[in-house]
């Protein structure tokens, strides 16, 4: 940081001065403009600007609180011209201080596995890897139709106890250190979770699934419990799901794990590895 730089809450009128270098951030865009209006009107969260002598934002990022004490820290951004300048790892301290004056112990984030940069950087503030993740987004078939076996069906509110029981004890449950992937964002999963804050429950002889559409479009998978032996037969089920919902897109974040990455190739998709990092908070 120089001597004129100063961290402070963002602004709604700090948005048209953000969006221009934050939209292509990565080969595919960014999401920050799409999101930055929701974030401040978050009353759980903040959005921090690192900003130059005229108080124009040169680099943001947004930190909430996903339980009472677990801080969540995402859409780090530094203007072009300002990078290695010192105001990430600022912002990073100042998100930080924020989380633990709400309460949290823990603090985390999360990077592509390979943006060796940011995965550098996160080490170097004190972060620590703490699971390793696959999304996958596959394209529906509006024709496609799962057998009888593994087509998915609403689960009644008396199987949310026996699948997470199911899912706690799984291979699910020890590589992702009892995350829950909700969106972007991970916090520990709680058994109120299953069929509640993760979505709908939906089973099939596969397992379970707990599943929400954000739009007419989009079917996502925010938690996962099944096998080795069913994964194939739960993804094809989440499939037929999807195209019975009318969605044209499915999104999945499962574990790391050889099975999970197999089920996922061989069921028409290239995963994508995500790696969520963690930091205690004293």
Known sequence: MTMGDAIRAARQADVAAIAPWTTDTFRWGDYVPDRIHSWLDDPNSEVLVSVDESDAPVALCHVTMLSANEGWLEGARVHPDRRRSGLGSALNDAAVE??????ARVIRLSTESSNLAARS???QLG?????????????????????????????????????????????????????????WQWRIARPGDVGRAAGDLVQSAAGWACVEQPDDDWLRTNWIASTPEDMLGLIDG????????????????????????????????????????????Y
């Open 98 to 103: 924020w989380a633990r004056e709400r309460g």
């Open 127 to 183: 972060y620590r890897e703490v699971s390793r993740w696959l999304h996958a987004v596959f394209e529906v078939n509006p024709s496609h139709r799962a057998s009888e076996r593994y087509r998915m069906r609403p689960a009644p509110g008396s199987d949310a106890e026996a699948a997470w029981l199911f899912w706690a004890v799984s291979d699910l449950a020890r590589e992702s250190r009892e995350l829950l992937a909700v969106g």
């Open 238 to 281: 989440l499939h037929d799901l999807a195209a019975e919902r009318g969605a044209t897109e499915l999104d999945i974040k499962l574990p790391d794990l050889p099975w999970t990455s197999e089920a996922i190739i061989r069921t028409g998709s290239d995963p994508n590895p995500v790696i969520v990092h963690a930091k205690p908070i």
């Open 121 to 123: 950087q996160v080490k």
